[in-house]
């Protein structure tokens, strides 16, 4: 949940847990680095201080200071985790890996202190082979040694140390920030010391100062957040004049930092450091210095982005805007500083809104006949800068022109003055400083082309975070600091002439009453071009506000005549000043009847004659309206029309006398007011009669939001609800206290923290199962399922449906034992069984089937039945079966084990009853099989042989009957006697 600014934080259970075991945070506080902290007296003093001190106070915490420590000592102390807390610090690569930052609280860019007689020195490159001091352990130290190698640094204990080697000559400059040296020079003796803003440190570098803790303590980060949160722009303004020294920049300018949405946070801080592309020759629009530096408008309006975002800005190398486009399309830079919005570009690029617009002029030779437009060219010389976006605008719109191309604005002022071309068609800024660089006598601007050119940044098609975040930060600069860049650049001078020095030299020879007379002649001369230029530049600056003053004109008409209201004002005499296209809609009046300067008492009449006040003396109500709009004072009424629409109609005076009206159609609110008085009273029934829905409903139906300290408030519970948690409660409205009082013990900070954290988070739905002691002293099992909403006004809240589902978890404890029971049956039984989809994947089996497959358990989850068949045609004919008859009874299947053995079993088979798919069970008789085998062998092996006994007995009794007649022939005794 997000802390209300100016006020107290609410706390989330976490964080509430972590103040209440760290009541007191350390905080680092330097030996002398005002105004920001410093240790004077023994006390803590500066912005820093004060801010961390009313963070504190919103979060609820008690602060102890770490004083009097030089900076590099604290910082180590910081790493050691002997302190909480960095509450000034700037953020770089290499403390990125250490620590963790919130978001910026004011910009403090780098600055110079320098002797006075090295004043003339503005950058921190033009102290290369001199002793440059740094604060030991700063963040301008690594800055300074990553960036400018050809400096002699001598490392510092402290700014003020830093200012006296500084006066005694140990060093020759001192870099340190604008806040603290400013702070110094004002308030300690200057000695003779300057301070200078080194702007090519811009974007080198993250200038704005974060509270910082170390890595690995989220919740300290984001109380900290949440606190700084609170601190609104009207204390962050008091902070800065109370503390922070007067640099010529607004108080805007030191806060920096803007409100940005979640996502362009986001994308800053995963892109710290942005590439951009500027045109070298753009003057004074922008370009590069002769020491390559980004100069002109645009570089000022970039260094307020880079302040404001906290974004390092780098220029890449020079490029004409064709290769600018190329570039950033292919990603080698992430934005183009000043870019034209066009037809063929729109595809390709996105833009922010136009920061800089100039008007096209043309411009002829002094003696040149008058030309009053663009339309006046035919049949002259017209020439333009080739590729510029005032040669597209022209092309475009005056295709029959015969156009001169140059390649530059020098070329074509050069060209216009000496007679190559009659007239350059120009933009007035970038025109007006050539001429004036040029000193061209012979040139001015004749008229306007009602064309102006407009500059953009733009980036990549789809890129709109980025966008936008350069939108947010071009609207947040002050409109005094755009015309402040704009009279700075577009006032540039090159002053030229004569060398004074060369014609003395060359004069000395000559008598000395020649000599003066080349002296007055020469500052003559010199003068006359001064005036010349002056009153070029005057002419130039009253063209362009003539030309501005048209271009609003026109805008406001635009404007006017765009709004949904009808805005007619009159001057003190009550004539028509203007009106727009709605005034003349609504009051139906001839469209070609108004005129500026036509009087009041003429529309009046109009509007009497034709009804428009009802029935009525004609006349009285003529003289009526007219001595209440003769009054000029502040009046609003609302009336109907003879066609039965309503009007509203305000007037105001002007300050300079007269009287502006606006007239509102209302006739649409008239009928919406009307439609939504029935609404809310077809609201009121539907609302009495969900509410006797839900108090009827089996299921127990509230509402929650947040109260005024962040907790859970219930604020609707239907009657069911009420009862079952015993929440009516004599003489009080339902408790929130007595719902958690009826939570069981095991399940209460559970229930507790969901229904808190889906306050303080943004998720958008939350299922609960818990259980409570009921009013009768049984306990019940409810299930809770809420749905968070957003707010008209802003903030959350959420709806909640309760079942109690006590029987239904009785049912399924009994089921679950069931299940329990039946499972050890089936873990114990000989048989296989499983239960398995149609398709014949296993959805469950116990261990004698996984036994019986000779396959791990784990393996067996999911696979199918059928890829254990040993016969493809078996497998298809049983799951036909099974569609066709949903069972089978003792069927042989023939599976194979998993040491790839024949397995065979009877397979008995039916419909699943309580789902999809089938119940099975398989027998392994392969021994069975196997034994049947061996018996049915053996038989045959004991036919086999019995058959031989049986042939060799018979032959022995025949031989023994052969035997006996022998004998008996010879009449001696049978020798055997056989069984008849």
Known sequence: MQPLPGGVVAL????????????????????????????????????SVELMSLIASRLGVRLRFVNGLPWGEMMTGFLRGEIDVMPAVYRTPERDALMDFTSAYVYNPPALALRAEDSAIRRLDQLAGRRVGVVSGSALLDLVRRTRPGLEIVPLQSVTSGFEELVDGTIDALLDTAGTIGHLLDTGPANGLVMHLDDTLRGVADMHLRIGVLRGNPVLLGLLQKGLDTVTPQERFALVRRWLPDLGMREESYLGALDLTPAERAFVQAHPRLRFSARFNLIPVEFTDADGTHAGIVS??????????????????????????????????????????????????DFTRPYLTAPVVLLTRTNAP??????????????????SPVHD????????????????????????????????????????HALDELDLGNVKVASSTGFTTSYAMAVRKGDTVLRDVLQTAIDAIDPRDMDSFRNRWAALRLETGPDIRTVLAWGVPVTGA??????????????????????????????????????????????????????VAFDRGLRLITWNRKFVEIRGYPEDMLREGMPFEALLRYDVEHDEFGPGDPERLFAERLERMRSFKISAMERPRPDGRFIEIRGSPLAGGGVVTIVTDTTERKRSEQSLGRALEENRRQSERLRGLADNLPAMVFQFGAGPRGEVVFTYCSANMRRMFAMDRPGEAPSTAAFFERVLPGDNARVRAALQGALDTRQGALALAFGIRAPDGTERWLDASMRA??????????????????????????????????????????LGATMMRPDGRLEYFNPRLAEMLGVAPDRLEQASLGAFFLDDARRQDLFARLARHGRTDALHLALRHARGTRVDTLFTCRENPSGEGFIGWLDDITERLATEARLGEKMEELERFSRMAVGREMRMIALKAEVNALRAELARPAAYEIAE
Do not use: C
Request: proline share 4%; charged share 25%; glycine share 8%.
């Open 789 to 830: 909403y957003e707010l008209p006004g802003g903030g959350r809240h959420w709806d909640g449906l309760i079942l109690d589902v006590t029987d239904r978890r009785r049912a399924e404890d009994t089921l679950r034992s069931s299940e329990a029971m039946l499972k050890t049956i089936l873990a114990a039984s000989p």
């Open 514 to 567: 020649v000599v003066a007379l080349l002296i007055v002649v020469v500052l003559w001369n010199r003068r006359l071009r001064r005036e010349m230029r002056e009153r070029r530049v005057a002419e130039l600056r009253i063209t362009e506000q003539a030309l501005e003053l048209e271009r609003q004109r026109n805008l406001l008409q635009v404007v006017m005549d765009a709004m949904t209201v009808g805005v």
């Open 300 to 349: 000022d309006i970039l260094s307020r982005v880079s302040a404001s975002t906290g974004l390092m800005l780098e220029m890449t190398p020079d490029r004409n805007f064709a290769e600018q486009v190329a570039a950033l399309t292919a990603g080698e830079t992430d934005f183009i500083s000043a870019a034209q919005p066009g037809p063929e570009t729109d595809r390709l690029l």
């Open 12 to 47: 989330s259970e976490q964080e509430r847990a972590w103040v209440a075991a760290h009541p007191v945070i350390s905080v680092a506080n330097t030996m002398d680095w005002a105004p920001f902290n410093a240790t004077i007296s023994g006390r803590p003093e500066g912005m």
């Open 393 to 432: 605008q022209v092309e475009r719109s005056h295709p029959g022109l015969a156009l001169e191309s140059a390649p530059d604005m020098t070329t074509l002022l050069t060209a216009l003055s000496d007679g190559g071309i009659d007239v350059a068609i120009a933009n007035l800024m970038m025109a007006g």
């Open 370 to 387: 008058f030309l009053r437009d663009i339309d006046g060219l035919q049949g002259l010389r017209v020439g333009v800068v080739y590729g």
